[in-house]
């Protein structure tokens, strides 16, 4: 794009035409673009951040004839944030904030068990998401 005194020469007249206005949003949605590009590349996001997604073959039906992938997202309780806990089934962001505020008084869960003293998840929550969330394995052990 040659830049010239009439590329942006709405500044000079007070007024803007359609082909100046598509012009400046081409040009603000390619520095969106570089900016989430620079984000992702100086590690602001980092893979952590990403939900961990698995197929699943529970929901596989032999004699469903569609070829629909089934795919479950796997959620740690102990890490996660809010938005990752967001996407279990019936948990919203109040469920959510009582199991970061439930994780933040009592130290990391030990057992995913434990989601039933978060104020708001039942046995039916609980019967939902139990095969989605799961505790990494913080331990480690040394040969030494």
Do not use: W
């Not at 803007?16 to 598509?22: M, Y």
């Amino acid at each position: 794009m040659k830049i010239n005194k009439h590329t942006f020469s709405f500044f000079k007249k007070g007024t803007i035409t359609e082909k100046e206005v598509i012009r400046l949003l081409i040009i603000s949605n390619c520095i969106f673009l570089l900016f989430i590009i620079g984000m992702k590349f100086s590690g602001y996001i980092e893979s952590r951040d990403l939900p961990t997604i698995i197929s699943d073959e529970t929901f596989t039906d032999s004699a469903d004839t569609s070829h629909e992938d089934n795919y479950v997202i796997r959620v740690d309780i102990n890490t996660d944030n809010m938005f990752l806990l967001c996407q279990l089934p019936g948990i919203g962001e109040g469920k959510a904030s009582a199991i970061l505020e439930y994780r933040k008084e009592n130290g990391d869960f030990c057992h995913i068990d434990e989601l039933l003293n978060v104020p708001g998840i039942g046995e039916s929550i609980f019967n939902n998401i139990k095969d989605m969330v799961y505790i990494e394995n913080t331990e480690t052990t040394s040969d030494e």
